[in-house]
């Protein structure tokens, strides 16, 4: 597609259950990212994807949280047993990069979580 | 903790006024970039300075980097209502990660 897309654009959910959040790059983005914007905040990083390794998951603010990268494009992020403080915008960027430049990022449209 | 702290966190103005947005960060950087967001869904990149560059011009936006002073500025002259939206700055480390850190942001209203 022409941009990042995330599915699904809302998700409500109860506390303790797991949901998967699903993130498609732009065709051809080598590195994709994920972000976690809680209410007012800015963006705190979680994970970074270079084809389908993670060299920095340094974000990822506990066990609870994973996600995987197949066939150098799509990305899942799990949350499991889901907690209150886990409500917030969840946000995908790619970008070619692998320069270790920190190159401009393209952001998806997000995927608003609630947890109940 | 974040890197880029923006101020002010608020900004109100009129239609047809500059706007400025300023950035502080506390360690070494490759790049730093400005982002916007429309009502906390997807951000656009709006401008990308690097460190050996000064001032960056596009459109009627105008950023500087001091990089002495680990501070960046974003001016928005003549501005619109539709550039009301929260701005926020990301920095790009050297080597490493390619992550961005970014800041809380600067929440712009412009009135008509």
């Known amino acids: 597609g022409a941009g990042v897309s995330q599915s699904p654009s809302n998700k409500v959910t109860e506390k303790g259950k797991d949901v998967e959040l699903r993130c498609d790059p732009i065709?051809?983005?080598?590195?994709l990212y994920w972000y976690r914007q809680s209410l007012g905040q800015g963006l705190e990083f979680l994970i970074y994807?270079?084809?389908?390794?993670?060299?920095?998951k340094s974000g990822l603010p506990s066990d609870r949280f994973s996600a995987e990268r197949t066939g150098g494009s799509v990305s899942t992020l799990t949350i499991q047993r889901t907690q209150q403080e886990d409500s917030a915008v969840y946000l995908c960027a790619s970008n070619l990069a692998g320069g270790g430049f920190a190159d401009t990022q393209y952001f998806g449209p997000g995927t608003r979580l609630t947890v109940l | 903790s974040q890197q880029g702290e923006e101020d002010p966190q608020a900004l109100s103005i009129q239609e047809g006024e500059n706007a400025t947005m300023n950035c502080s960060y506390k360690t070494s950087i490759n790049n730093l970039q400005w982002y916007r967001q429309n009502s906390g869904r997807g951000l656009v990149h709006l401008i990308l300075i690097r460190s050996n560059e000064r001032e960056k011009h596009s459109g009627r936006l105008r950023v500087t980097l001091d990089t002495s002073k680990k501070s960046s500025s974003l001016l928005i002259t003549a501005s619109r209502a539709a550039d009301t939206a929260s701005y926020f700055c990301a920095t790009g480390f050297q080597g490493g990660s390619e992550k961005l850190v970014f800041g809380k942001g600067t929440k712009l209203t412009v009135n008509p």
């Open positions: 994807f270079q084809g389908n390794s993670a060299p920095d």
């Open positions: 065709s051809g983005h080598t590195a």
